[in-house]
């Protein structure tokens, strides 16, 4: 029973050591790296989009009409695109992803976006429409019921309402595979090669290790910070496919970015893992201006008088500065020190973005900012 115990006892620890050892914030290196030769194209095609209730392009786009008499003609139906008038239908470029595993036969979904002056492609059916590559060739036949995720409605006085945008739709597995890129595939003969979607020396190194770990020492060399070059071992020379699954399946713990992203537009900070601050002292204070525009209406004070009533603008403006003292802000160490140190200034996270840039240009914020 002791003995039984013992074994319980060495096990429970052995899985506990083993979950400790494993990297907290490991990622596979499926969702660190593509194998070259493998990747997505980009296709896009002109189409129109039919079956709208009035809401399609009206007579001023000139395309649109141009295009219901070319398709009509294909169908044996030749009329003056002057003598079309409908508003059933709209001119919509068509765009869509040729997976890198993608064969001949497969559904994709394709994207549909109004390019003329259609108010909803709600309840529209896209006709078949050839999809390009940059090539000039086709590669997908797309067509099928245009899906939005709104809705839109409208009286008769002219006003309306809509839930999300109108003019723009999916067409859920609407593509056909016609034919598959040529070149590209996964090599049968030499070494594989793996590009870093984020490039980092650290990283690379990490990966090839992993790799190492995995066939056999020198089985991986990192080529540069982007780029690992692997050689496949003879016992996987017939699966090739089976040992880059084996491979994309490991776990290794990625370089953390040092940088802190702000986009401007809606005052948005997303701020990395690997972000440091160093001493410094920040002021902040908080400007607010508030103009304020009303009505006077001056009116005759006597009933027989000749006056008329006049009226007035007036404009009020107010200027509001806060007071804003020196802060002092210490070296920290993690990101939850960052955090703490930001949310003791009191700031806005527009007045984030002003703080942040002052801070890496006094030489106090150890990250790339990128602005987008």
């Known amino acids: 029973m002791n003995a039984h115990r013992l074994i319980v006892f060495l096990l429970v620890a052995l899985v506990g050591a083993t979950a400790l050892a494993a990297p907290a914030e490991a990622s596979r290196i499926r969702e660190l790296t593509d194998v070259a030769g493998i990747r997505e194209n980009q296709l896009v095609g002109y189409g129109l989009v039919v079956g709208l209730a009035n809401t399609g392009d009206t007579g001023a786009s000139r395309f649109t009409l141009q295009s219901v008499a070319a398709m009509l003609?294909?169908?044996?139906?030749?009329?003056?695109?002057?003598?079309?008038?409908?508003?059933?239908?709209?001119?919509?470029?068509?765009?869509?992803?040729?997976?890198?595993?993608?064969?001949?036969?497969?559904?994709?979904?394709?994207?549909?976006?109004s390019?003329?002056?259609?108010?909803?492609?709600?309840?529209?059916?896209?006709?078949?429409?050839p999809l390009l590559g940059a090539d000039g060739q086709v590669y997908v036949a797309a067509q099928g019921p245009?899906?939005?995720?709104?809705?839109?409605?409208?009286?008769?006085?002219?006003?309306?309402?809509q839930v999300n945008h109108l003019t723009a739709g999916r067409v859920p597995s609407g593509g056909i595979i016609e034919r598959h890129p040529p070149g590209g595939g996964l090599p049968t003969d030499g070494p594989i090669l793996?590009?870093?979607?984020?490039?980092?020396?650290?990283?690379?190194?990490?990966?090839?290790?992993?790799?190492?770990?995995?066939?056999?020492?020198?089985?991986?060399?990192?080529?540069?910070?982007?780029?690992?070059?692997?050689?496949?071992p003879e016992r996987f020379a017939a699966d090739r496919v089976g040992m880059l699954a084996d491979v994309q399946l490991l776990d290794v713990d990625p370089e953390p970015s040092a940088r802190v992203v702000i986009d401007e537009r809606t005052g948005t900070?997303?701020?990395?893992?690997?972000?440091?601050?160093?001493?410094?002292?920040?002021?902040?204070?908080?400007?607010?201006i508030q103009i304020q525009e009303s009505t006077a209406v001056s009116q005759p004070t006597g009933m027989l008088t000749s006056g008329a009533t006049v009226a007035a603008p007036a404009t009020d403006v107010q200027i509001a500065e806060g007071q804003g003292s020196l802060h002092h802000i210490p070296s920290t160490a993690s990101l939850e020190d960052v955090v703490s140190a930001m949310n003791a200034l009191g700031a806005s996270p527009r007045d984030l973005i002003?703080?942040?840039?002052?801070?890496?240009?006094?030489?106090?914020?150890?990250?790339?900012?990128?602005?987008?």
């Open 73 to 113: 003609r294909r169908l044996g139906a030749t009329i003056d695109p002057s003598m079309i008038q409908t508003r059933n239908a709209a001119a919509v470029m068509v765009t869509a992803t040729l997976p890198a595993d993608g064969s001949t036969g497969t559904r994709i979904d394709v994207v549909v976006s």
């Open 115 to 129: 390019m003329g002056n259609a108010r909803s492609l709600q309840g529209g059916t896209l006709l078949q429409t």
């Open 146 to 161: 245009v899906m939005i995720g709104g809705f839109g409605a409208s009286g008769a006085s002219g006003s309306s309402t």
């Open 194 to 232: 793996l590009t870093l979607r984020r490039p980092s020396f650290v990283t690379a190194r990490r990966i090839a290790d992993a790799i190492d770990g995995l066939l056999g020492e020198g089985a991986a060399t990192p080529l540069d910070g982007s780029s690992i070059s692997i050689t496949v």
């Open 269 to 288: 900070v997303v701020v990395g893992s690997a972000v440091r601050l160093r001493e410094a002292a920040v002021a902040h204070g908080g400007l607010t």
């Open 354 to 372: 002003t703080i942040f840039q002052a801070l890496h240009a006094v030489g106090a914020l150890d990250a790339e900012i990128q602005v987008q």
